[in-house]
């Protein structure tokens, strides 16, 4: 039987989700009204809005008629983890869109960076909202490794989107970097959806022991990859001189991945510190 629980709407997470509702469907409503393009970084960013948009409404949806409780996954492993995400998918598109899109004189699309930079924080305080506090009993994706794992896909994602034009296989070097990022970000995707679907009995063995042992080995592939991929993208390559545009120009998505290789490896040491602590230290405290 189906319940209506109105207090869901009426908690400070419920009322940051409706606003978040709005400023998504503002920002893509704005980009839309002024006409359709090709170019893939304006779908992806109409995606953005319109994905978060939707999800965010389910989550209403279904916490407001306590359907949640029906559904065989950790809810809220997966709305935080879901909030994570939007956070980092509105703030990449709240700077790809203006930088490619927007102009001084082009009042929607300004319009529609307001809006999806107002989204962006209202997903960040979505998310101080769900992420487990210190002593709380919560589920793993609340907890920093648990966010730091979303991270961790996400910068990945990006790394792919950034290599799908360019040819990696001429150096076996940067096939070794691009199966560094497959690698690390299909144990990533594991850890979350295995998390969201209350799998993680089926790991064999501890889970928090495999957790840190995939991390310390992330740590050390992501640090050949910081060392390899601009020594070798960059052998013989220097920046045309038409490379004006930031996320138009192959040689400029190749610093982005260059940089995006060396923000993952601050995330995954991060991680391991932060996962060594919570096993070594506070379990024996």
């Known amino acids: ?32 009204s002024v006409g359709h393009r090709t ?34 996954i950790s ?11 939007a956070t980092l998918m509105v703030l990449a598109a709240s700077v790809i869109y203006p930088d490619s899109f927007a102009c001084s004189t082009c009042s929607k ?9 107002v989204a962006f924080i209202l997903y960040a305080i979505e998310v101080g909202l769900t992420r487990a506090k210190p002593g709380e009993i919560s589920g793993f994706l609340s907890s920093v490794p648990g966010l730091l794992k979303v991270l961790e896909a996400f910068v990945a994602c ?12 001429q150096y076996p070097g940067l096939q070794w ?12 995707l594991i850890v979350i959806l295995f998390t969201i679907g209350r799998l993680l009995s089926l790991f064999p063995g501890p ?13 050390l592939m992501y640090a050949t990859a910081v060392v390899v991929w601009p020594l070798y993208s960059f052998k013989n390559n220097p ?24 923000f993952n490896l601050v995330a995954y040491i991060v991680d391991t510190v932060y996962s060594f602590k919570l096993v070594f230290f506070v379990s024996t405290t």
């Open 239 to 262: 920046r045309p001189n038409n490379c004006s545009q930031v996320v138009a120009c192959t040689w400029n998505k190749l610093v982005v991945v260059s940089f995006m290789t060396c």
């Open 75 to 85: 809810w809220d492993d997966f709305t935080t983890a879901f909030a994570m995400l």
């Open 177 to 188: 970097c691009v199966a560094v990022y497959s690698i690390c970000f299909i144990f990533a």
């Open 39 to 72: 170019e893939p970084f304006w779908t992806w960013c109409m995606f953005t809005w319109c994905f978060c948009f939707c999800i965010t409404i389910l989550i209403l949806v279904l916490e407001f008629t306590s359907l949640k409780s029906k559904l065989p």
């Open 207 to 219: 889970f928090n022991k495999i957790l840190i042992g995939c991390n310390v080995l992330a740590v």
């Open 1 to 32: 039987m189906v319940t209506l629980d109105f207090r869901t709407l009426t908690v400070p997470v419920g009322i940051v989700r409706m606003l978040e509702v709005i400023f998504t469907c503002i920002s893509f409503s704005l980009v839309a």
């Open 158 to 169: 990006i790394i792919f989107i950034c290599l799908g034009d360019y040819n990696y296989a």
């Open 109 to 117: 699309q300004i319009g529609a960076t307001v809006t999806s930079c």
